[in-house]
């Protein structure tokens, strides 16, 4: 990854993650902010093939926030993260539950 820091504290990070223990690829850009909350685009899928996911993330420093996951089929899921490290979606075909 390349990051980038601001005068302002700011970082922002092109990235490339790869985990070969799950066979997962993502690859996209966070911008970390003073406070220590994030914003993260990427995308998620298997290496080499076309991306699964596009996802964007907001993340606050104790670990809540939300992100907004759409598969390549159109299907868009909400997620809620929480400080205790719980995590729920709901999904616009109906499918929800934990993370």
Do not use: M
């Not at 790869?18 to 995308?43: A, M, P, Q």
């Not at 606050?60 to 979606?89: E, I, K, M, P, Q």
Request: glycine residues 12%.
């Amino acid at each position: 990854s390349e990051v980038t820091v601001s005068p302002d504290g700011t970082t922002t990070e092109e990235f490339r993650e790869l985990y070969t223990d799950s066979d997962v690829e993502r690859i996209g850009t966070s911008l970390t902010k003073f406070d220590g909350s994030v914003h993260s685009e990427y995308t998620q899928g298997e290496p080499g093939e076309d991306p699964e996911w596009d996802i964007v993330s907001d993340r606050n420093y104790d670990g809540s926030g939300s992100a907004v996951w759409t598969y390549s089929d159109g299907t868009v899921c909400d997620l809620v993260f929480r400080t205790n490290g719980n995590c729920t979606y709901t999904c616009d075909n109906g499918q929800d539950g934990d993370c």
